[in-house]
């Protein structure tokens, strides 16, 4: 299965008042992005990254470096 494909957190909610659609449920969001996100969270908590300064072209590496960052990090786990 390929590492974007796999998911984070999916749920399903039972209605209990609804005839129509009495379930909800969602796949959540794919641990590609879910590991992405943590990633550029952990390079945006440095105190010395001025995020107010950094101009677009900064700010799109950093968002390019967590999503590789996530890749290989999630490769190597399903690889042991």
Same mark, same amino acid.
């Given at each position: 299965m390929p590492v974007a494909s796999e998911y #984070?957190?999916?749920f399903e909610h039972h209605q209990k008042f609804s005839l129509d659609n009495p379930t909800i449920s969602s796949p959540g969001v794919s641990k590609r992005e879910y590991v992405a996100s943590r990633v550029l969270q952990g390079m945006l908590s440095n105190p010395q990254t001025a995020i107010g300064n950094l101009s677009p072209e900064q700010r799109q590496a950093l968002v390019?470096? #967590?999503v590789l960052l996530a890749d290989e990090l999630l490769a190597a786990l399903s690889a042991q």
């Open positions: #984070a957190f999916p390019y470096t #967590a």
